[in-house]
């Protein structure tokens, strides 16, 4: 439930209505627009059904919320949610570009994609160094060795690095040296890892989970906000459908939808979205034009020989180019980049 106060009610009628229902067991949460306060109400399903907060003094409605996802909500939030990565802002009015190759191969690999992705505009590093692959017998990833490689390079290029993690005992060693995590796509309904996370102090990027609904992915996110991290993205990269022309289908109505439903910032995957470079431009600049906060993108700087999703990973080159006519397409939705 929501307790949406009236303009014109005062700290003190505020106090009150956090103060009664605290007093019934009740957790609140406070979203303060320019107009008006609105009181998030969480907790037993059977006293907020007996709730009865009109007559208090400020408040001037209650709503009911149906939907399972409180915190991830918007009616709990209307304005979007600016997330501060360590000096990055993203869900703001600037669009925020992580770039970087598929899986952490080496310090040249890494140095080099880095440096082109930094020059072209990217201030985000991505890079896996644990990597879920389908194959056991693919190549895995670095590990912690991948992780301080990530760390160095970005640091050497001012950017900051995304990587993913796979299992909930990695977390704290990860904080050491990653400024987001990454859910991935097999991960989002891994229930024990996003409650980890709702305890991490770093911010969380959520893949959608390759057949999830919009609803599952916004109920995955809620276990990591409930857990008290506020500083949860999703990120859009494709769903399974019967198309095998693509890797996965890039569902780029769910940048609407969750845009409408939540007020978290949206990130758009077009490489794992489409599985092939050629369509990665094009549904970058479509994911601007929809409304993402954020482009993840792979980049390798010799495709060819990359351990991992070659196929699907620009080259510096086509990079430069995507990033160089982004800027009108962010200024036609009121954006920069
Ligand atoms: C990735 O970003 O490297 C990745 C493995 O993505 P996904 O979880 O979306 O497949
Ligand atoms: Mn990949």
């Given at each position: 439930?929501?307790?949406?106060?009236?303009?014109?009610?005062?700290?003190?009628?505020?106090?009150?209505?956090?103060?009664?229902?605290?007093?019934?067991?009740?957790?609140t949460h406070l979203s303060t627009g320019d107009e008006r306060t609105i009181v998030g109400v969480i907790g037993d399903k059977k006293i907020i059904a007996n709730l009865e907060m009109e007559m208090?003094?400020?408040?001037?409605?209650?709503?009911?919320?149906?939907?399972?996802?409180?915190?991830?909500?918007?009616?709990?939030?209307?304005?979007?949610?600016?997330?501060?990565?360590?000096?990055?802002?993203?869900?703001?009015?600037?669009?925020?570009?992580?770039?970087?190759?598929?899986?952490?191969?080496?310090?040249?690999?890494?140095?080099?994609?880095?440096?082109?992705?930094?020059?072209?505009?990217?201030?985000?590093?991505?890079?896996?160094?644990?990597?879920?692959?389908?194959?056991?017998?693919?190549?895995?990833?670095?590990?912690?060795?991948?992780?301080?490689?990530?760390?160095?390079?970005?640091?050497?290029?001012?950017?900051?690095?995304?990587?993913?993690?796979?299992?909930?005992?990695?977390?704290?060693?990860?904080?050491?040296?990653?400024?987001?995590?990454?859910?991935?796509?097999?991960?989002?309904?891994?229930?024990?890892?996003?409650?980890?996370?709702?305890?991490?102090?770093?911010?969380?990027?959520?893949?959608?989970?390759?057949?999830?609904?919009?609803?599952?992915?916004?109920?995955?996110?809620?276990?990591?906000?409930?857990?008290?991290?506020?500083?949860?993205?999703?990120?859009?990269?494709?769903?399974?459908?019967?198309?095998?022309?693509?890797?996965?289908?890039?569902?780029?109505?769910?940048?609407?939808?969750?845009?409408?439903?939540?007020?978290?910032?949206?990130?758009?995957?077009?490489?794992?979205?489409?599985?092939?470079?050629?369509?990665?431009?094009?549904?970058?600049?479509?994911?601007?034009?929809?409304?993402?906060?954020?482009?993840?993108?792979?980049?390798?700087?010799?495709?060819?020989?990359?351990?991992?999703?070659?196929?699907?990973?620009?080259?510096?080159?086509?990079?430069?180019?995507?990033?160089?006519?982004?800027?009108?397409?962010?200024?036609?939705?009121?954006?920069?980049?």
């Amino acid at each position: 439930m929501i307790v949406v106060m009236s303009p014109n009610a005062t700290k003190e009628n505020l106090q009150n209505v956090v103060k009664k229902l605290e007093s019934m067991n009740l957790r609140t949460h406070l979203s303060t627009g320019d107009e008006r306060t609105i009181v998030g109400v969480i907790g037993d399903k059977k006293i907020i059904a007996n709730l009865e907060m009109e007559m208090m003094a400020g408040v001037e409605k209650t709503v009911r919320i149906t939907e399972k996802y409180k915190l991830v909500s918007r009616d709990f939030h209307p304005q979007d949610t600016i997330i501060d990565v360590d000096g990055v802002q993203i869900g703001g009015k600037e669009i925020i570009v992580m770039a970087g190759p598929c899986a952490v191969e080496n310090l040249e690999q890494l140095r080099e994609a880095a440096s082109a992705v930094k020059k072209a505009g990217a201030k985000i590093l991505r890079g896996g160094a644990y990597k879920p692959r389908t194959s056991p017998y693919d190549f895995q990833g670095l590990g912690e060795e991948g992780l301080k490689l990530l760390r160095q390079v970005a640091d050497e290029f001012d950017m900051k690095v995304v990587t993913e993690v796979v299992d909930r005992e990695d977390i704290q060693l990860m904080e050491n040296y990653a400024d987001i995590l990454q859910v991935g796509a097999r991960n989002m309904q891994n229930f024990q890892m996003l409650k980890a996370l709702g305890k991490s102090t770093k911010p969380i990027m959520l893949k959608r989970g390759l057949s999830a609904t919009i609803s599952e992915w916004l109920n995955a996110a809620e276990y990591i906000m409930t857990g008290g991290n506020e500083n949860v993205m999703f990120c859009e990269r494709g769903i399974r459908t019967y198309e095998t022309f693509t890797r996965n289908t890039l569902d780029l109505s769910a940048v609407a939808a969750v845009k409408e439903l939540s007020h978290l910032p949206i990130v758009v995957d077009p490489s794992h979205g489409t599985g092939r470079r050629p369509m990665v431009a094009p549904m970058a600049r479509a994911a601007i034009a929809a409304g993402a906060d954020a482009l993840m993108i792979e980049v390798h700087p010799h495709p060819e020989i990359a351990l991992s999703d070659g196929n699907q990973s620009l080259t510096p080159d086509d990079f430069q180019k995507l990033m160089a006519n982004l800027g009108e397409i962010a200024k036609a939705v009121g954006k920069t980049i």
